[in-house]
């Protein structure tokens, strides 16, 4: 899976909109909707934010691995 599907994904996953994520990450739905379509790259800095939020390891939010690992 490619990144921005993988963050799509997760995000429907846990029940959050996109002006949900916007508010966690600090950003806009605009934004958080092109990272989605990968129109827009996101930072490293917002992928951790959302691997701490999610509890999940950064392999998997980046869609190297397709088994979801958790942080703690």
Known sequence: ????????????????????????????????????????MMGVDKYILLAKHYNLSLDYLLGLTDTPRRLR
């Open 1 to 40: 899976m490619i990144c921005y599907e993988r963050l799509k994904a997760v995000r429907e996953d846990h029940d959050l909109t996109q002006s949900d994520i916007a508010k966690i990450l600090q950003t806009t739905r605009q934004q958080v909707s092109k990272w989605e379509t990968g129109a827009q």
